[in-house]
């Protein structure tokens, strides 16, 4: 989203006040020797990887590989596991 967000803002040239880039992605694009993707690469990018994601079963998923998840599904009281998604 953060990357769709900043294409299109470069796209519309409207001011869009991203959140700072996480120090890893500094060091990876640092080292990284490739080329920068242009913003209309970006958005077109970013829009076909939400559609390859918009089916998937996002319930399952976060049950399936969150560690909170795990932590909240083992409440002594189970109030947790009665409360709605």
Do not use: C, H
Request: no cysteine; glycine share 2%.
């Amino acid at each position: 989203m953060e990357t769709l967000a900043n294409g299109l803002a470069d796209i519309t040239q409207l001011i869009w006040d991203a959140a700072p880039a996480p120090k890893l992605w500094t060091k990876l694009k640092s080292v990284s020797n490739s080329a920068e993707p242009d913003s209309e690469t970006k958005v077109i990018s970013s829009i076909l990887n939400l559609r390859l994601r918009a089916p998937l079963d996002w319930k399952e998923y976060i049950e399936a590989t969150s560690v909170l998840e795990s932590i909240l599904q083992s409440d002594p009281a189970s109030l947790y596991t009665q409360s709605d998604f």
